[in-house]
T-cell receptor, first 112, second 111 residues
Framework: DQQVKQNSPSLSVQEGRISILNCDYT??????FLWYKKYPAEGPTFLIS?????DKNEDGRFTVFLNKSAKHLSLHIVPSQPGDSAVYFC???????????FGTGTSLTVIP | DAGITQSPRHKVTETGTPVTLRCHQT?????MYWYRQDPGHGLRLIHY???????DKGEVSDGYSVSRSKTEDFLLTLESATSSQTSVYFC??????????FGPGTRLTVT
């Protein structure tokens, strides 16, 4: 049973506009959330994270928002650039255990 | 850069044959992980290690075994490969800040 879900398999955005990628989770014990970016034929690379004590974390063009009551997080990319075209995975972990649970990924295409 | 290499990068093998994938890291990280990536499933944990000779199962461990005789090497073995094990396999280490740092992956095809 998928504990972390990304319901949009793909997303297309014009260059310069905002990209919003969404992720939902079911386990209320999750307290640490991350986003990874993956290019074809490469391993995923860490992008940004957020702990459950915060509701927002920014790093340059990337901002992650966490809504604990809705069990929802989102990644905003502003402005979107063609180099942002990749598959984005969200992941979550609980304070006990040693496992990250990944979503199925959203393929972002930024159109020049 | 955590310096993770995986070998081989690509492999085609036949059903029923044993296969071993190797992960090598250069920075003495304690925790190492093996994941598989499949369409519609994202990344799923197979096994992980928290030290030399200390390993534990992940969510999809059936059909796989692992060994870690040195800090820098973590081996994943498919004792008798099946077509359902055709996948892309990623090794990862855990950074001090908690996130996983992934290797480049091994594409395995079982025919």
């Amino acid at each position: 049973d998928q504990q972390v879900k990304q319901n949009s398999p793909s997303l297309s955005v014009q260059e310069g506009r905002i990209s919003i990628l969404n992720c939902d989770y079911t386990n209320s014990m999750f307290d640490y959330f991350l986003w990874y970016k993956k290019y074809p034929a490469e391993g995923p690379t860490f992008l940004i994270s957020i702990s459950s004590i915060k509701d927002k974390n920014e790093d340059g063009r990337f901002t992650v928002f966490l809504n604990k009551s809705a069990k929802h997080l989102s990644l905003h990319i502003v402005p979107s650039q063609p180099g942002d075209s990749a598959v984005y995975f969200c992941a979550a972990s609980a304070p006990t255990g040693n496992q990250f649970y990944f979503g199925t990924g959203t393929s972002l295409t930024v159109i020049p | 850069d955590a310096g993770i290499t995986q070998s081989p990068r690509h492999k085609v093998t036949e059903t029923g044959t044993p296969v071993t994938l190797r992960c090598h890291q250069t920075e003495n990280h304690r925790y190492m992980y093996w994941y598989r990536q499949d369409p519609g499933h994202g990344l799923r944990l197979i096994h992980y290690s928290y030290g030399v000779k200390d390993t534990d199962k992940g969510e999809v461990s059936d059909g796989y075994s692992v060994s870690r005789s040195k800090t820098e090497d973590f081996l994943l073995t498919l004792e008798s490969a099946t077509s359902s094990q055709t996948s892309v396999y990623f090794c990862a280490i855990r950074r001090p800040s908690g996130e996983r740092y992934f290797g480049p992956g091994t594409r395995l095809t079982v025919t």
